[in-house]
Structures are given as C-alpha cells and as structure tokens.
C-alpha cells in the first residue's frame, strides 16, 4: 500500500476550513439567541425590520477594519463583548423600548451589541480571504438570503434542547470559550525572543509549561463563582415555581421557551392603595402573553363578577376566574345566535384553531358543545388549562400541530369514505405578535377545511387590523370566494368612527358559511350569558357591532384572493407590527413586557 500525502499546505488548509464552519455556527447561534432575547420586549416585527442589515454592517466592519488584529486579540475582545452580552442585551433593549419608536429602538439596539458581537466572530472569516467573496455577495444583491439563511438558519428554533437554555448561558458559554482558548493560544506562542533566552536543559515543562493549565483552573474556577452576577434579570425558562416582582405588584405564574416563542402566564395583582370596586387601571388580571403579545386574559381578585352573584368558574387550582379582558372572544360564541341554518339550536361539534386562553372553547364547552382544539404550541394549552379554566381534552378532541397540516389530512380521511363526524362551528383565531401565519388564510386552507365543515355550519375568522387596508380586503374577498355567504362585526367597546378606519387597529370577527341562505342571527337569551356581564355586554349589541362588508370587500379583484401562489398577507403586515408593538404598551406598562 502507498502511504497518503497530503498536497502541500493541504492541512492549513483544511483547519481554517473547519475553523470558518466553527465560527459560521457560532455566528448563526448568536443571531438566534439574540433575536430570541430581543423578541419578548421588542416583537418579531420590530426587531426583524433591520436585522438583516445589521449583520450585513457586522460583517463588513470586520472585513474594512483599518487595523490588523490578531486572533488572540479578536479571542480576547470577543470574550469581553460576550460577556457583557446578557445583561447589554436585555438593558440596552429594555431602555430604547421605554422610548416608544420601535423602529429607532431596534436599530440602536443591534448597533450597540449586536454588530460588536457579530464583527468580533466575522473577523475570523474575514482573515481567511473572504472579502471578495462577501462583496461579490453585496454587489449581487444576495446578501439578504446569506444572511437569513447562512447566518441564521431555521434549524435553531427545531433544536428543542435550547428551550431549556437561557440566552445567558450560551452568550457565557461562548465567552468562556474564547477566553479560554485564548489563554492557551496566548501561551502557545511565546514571542521569539523568549524562546532564544531560554536556559539550556530546562524542562519543557518548567515555569511557562505549568503556568498555563494553573491559569487555565483559576480563570474556570473564577468564572464558575462569579458567573451569576453576569446574568441578564430574565427568568429561567422554564419557571421552576412563581415569581413575585419584588418592587412591583406583578407575579409571574408560568414562563416557558416554547416552539412559538416565549409563553408566560402573569397576573397584575391589586395595589396596596386599591379598596375594591369598579376602576379604569390595569390591575387585579392575569394575561397569557406570546412573547410581546397577549393571546388572552381575565379579570381576578376584586373585579371577579358574575350575573346574580352565580358562583364564577376556576382554574385548576381552584381560584376563581373572572370575564374576559377582550370582547373578542365571547364575539366568536355568536356563532351560537345563527338561527339561518338547520344546525340552530342544534350545535353537536365545535372545532377551535388556535386556543389562546381557551375562552370560546371553554364556553362552547359549557354549552354542551363538543370542542375539538387543533393548536400548534403544546405550552399555549397547558397554560389555558392550568391558569385559565380550559377544561382537559381527550387525545381525540386536541391536536398539538399547524392548523394547515391538520386540514389537508383531515380532508385527505374524508375522502377515503371514513369520514370523521362534521363540525357545525369552527373558530380560527390566530393572530399573534402583529400579525398571522399566511398559510392557513388562502383558498387552498379553506377548501381542506370545508371538507370537515357541515354543509350548513358556520366559520368564525378572527383578524385583526384596519377596516379599510388592503389586508382586511384580502382576508374578506378570500373568505367570501371561499363560502360565498360572510358577515362581520367588530369588538370595540364605544363604536368606531368612519375617521377610524384606516387608523385604528381592531378584532373584525367574520362569520362565514357554504350555506346560501343568508346569515341571521336571533336575539340572544340569559341562558347564552353563561352569567357574564362581558357576555350580556358584547352579544345584546351584536347588531350595532357590524361593519358593512362592502367596507372590506370592495370591487372583487383577482389580487385581493389570497392563494398558495399569491399570498403577500405577510409583506402587507410587516408594517402593522410595528403599530401591534405600540399598542400593546399601552395596554400594559413597560414592566409587564420586561419581566418575563
């Protein structure tokens, strides 16, 4: 046999080869974590908006830095910067969120920690002759797909593992691997002159061969005492048991890094000053918040109400629940009020997509509705059904996935003559953060989810934006393409102006059905109140709540019909997150988003 010989250089080559990979990863975990960190106080939207342009101004202030910086330096440097990444991460966040522009806080944000982050790891790359490369990529305008899918690939969010690792531990982990590398390197190459001078017959392992491994034990042994005082104030995911802020009247009950995000159940307790009663502050509540949105909540405490004094519901704990904080959900029980179809007074099954705090699921449930629940994040359910009243589902009745891949094989069943019983009510509601997943509103959606549908049951769409937009347009001509019979109404307590409708973000609920008689809704009764004054509030004024649908609809345009080949729901609600972040501070004070 002839022995292997590598071409000459071959091994260099290979290790700055590996090395390059190595920092690639590590670059691409640190935008994950960062993004992850930032997104609980600055939503998804706002901090996207100019992600990709930071890292793009990361990477060539490490290619044109003026200055020759060696890697034991960079090593050095970095581990500084990572260092102070938790706590610069969540303060520097924290502070420009207080300012109320979430597009300038963003952008502060990424430049003061991110891009030193980022430029730090670049520089290893860029030493290795990568410049040309990188500026082929700008001048091609491809930068955006190196960044979005190079740089942070999608495979970070499936790795389930991280859920359970906060943003202080890797931003550490990383800190401590660099400083540790670099005490090995730094001693590894002892300047030439040390070298000569070196006694003749000294042991190699002499002063200098025992120093490094004694620095190596004291800086590990240091850091493991004193890392604590270097973590972000960000709870631990998951909560190991109830946190009570300690200046503020707010306890986090449940915090949890899930596949949607951060799912974290609070509860804003009364102030000391309060002394019952009906009053216009946000307190004596509890909230399920998706990372910088709710997804629902009730009243607690005092402001616990019910019609003639009926003993209220509870939570698994027995605690007791109040009404909801948003009319939008006892909105979509109005599905119940059709009286237009030959399912009136005779609702078997319903169908909920996408849970939230399980309010409509819960009522239909105490109707004597059977409730089936399709809900793509495991920790959104077992927050409605600890802290919120959600009622426990047999693994027949809940399905813990994406609503469109439920659809196309419950559609694909039916079709095999094996059908399952049909739904006579299904609510979809999914919006979150700003804005929805696309995917789940096109015709395509909707014809799979017609097949589980009865042929004269009833569709509820929740979605929220402007009245005149053209997202509002799209989801109202797609529906009405689809079942051909629509009307809809709005949630807002006081009314909404004709000024209003192309500034204010509201709930549009929309009920649809493949029936073509047209929708009528009958009176409601006190047996429909479930003995909630919400309930009595929202469903008695249901006709003074509806919004013309030629408003939304307009002249039917091909554009408007969202398909799988045309949908730009998402690009058109890039900017109504940005409106979505600033509303939510103002339902809720800036602590509430930044304890979590």
Known sequence: MFPISWPVGAPGIACRAGANVTVLVALSLVLFVYERALIPIYGSGPTTYSLNLAVLLATLVAAAHPIKVS??????????????APLSTYWVAAWTARWRRPILGPILTHSAVLIPLLSALATFVVENNVLETLLDTVRSRQWQVMSGQLLYPPWWANVSHLNNVSDTQ??????????????????????????????????????????????????????????WMLASPVLPHPLPKPYLHPSFPLVIHSSVQSITGLIVVGEALPPPSYQGGPDQEMHSLRYLRASHSLLGGVWMGAKVATLDDVPPQVDSYGTDLGDSIYGTFVLQEAARLVNSSSRAGKWKRALVIGLGAGISATAFNRHGIETTIVEI??????????????????????????????????????????PHPLFDIVVH???????????????????????????????????????????????????????????????SQGGIKEEEYETELINLVFFCSPNQ???????????????????????????????????????????????????PLGKLQDAQGHHHWSLMRQVLPDIFWETH
Not at 193 to 212: E, Q, V
Not at 533 to 538: A, D, G, I, M, W
């Open 429 to 491: 509601d999914c919006f979150s953060g700003g804005g929805v997943p696309e995917h789940i509103y096109t015709v395509e959606f909707w014809d799979d989810l017609k097949a589980a549908l009865h042929p004269e049951g009833v569709v509820v769409v929740n979605f929220a934006g402007m009245i005149k937009s053209d997202a509002s347009r799209m989801i109202s001509q797609t529906l009405k393409t689809s079942f051909g019979n629509c009307r809809a109404f709005h949630d």
């Open 71 to 84: 890697k034991t330096r960079t090593l050095l440097l970095g581990g500084f910067l990572f260092t102070a």
């Open 377 to 418: 994040d495991p920790a959104v359910y077992d927050a409605a059904r600890l802290y919120f009243g959600l009622p426990t589902h047999p693994p027949g009745n809940l399905f813990l996935e994406d609503a469109r891949t439920w659809a196309a094989r419950r559609r694909a069943v039916t079709g095999t003559g094996n």
């Open 517 to 567: 008689n047209p929708l009528t809704f009958r009176k409601a009764l006190r047996s429909d109140y479930l003995d909630s004054y919400l309930r009595e509030h929202v469903l008695s004024t249901l006709p003074k709540r509806e919004v013309a649908l030629e408003l939304l609809t307009g002249q039917p345009e091909d554009r408007f019909i969202l398909t799988d080949t045309h949908n």
């Open 170 to 227: 890797i931003f550490l982990g990383l800190a401590a691997a660099m400083f540790n590398i670099w005490i090995v390197t730094f001693q590894a190459r002892r300047p030439a002159a040390a070298r000569k001078t070196k006694k003749k017959g000294s042991s190699p392992t002499s002063s200098t061969g025992i120093l490094r491994p004694l620095l190596l034990v004291t800086f590990n042994a240091l850091w493991w005492k004193t890392r």
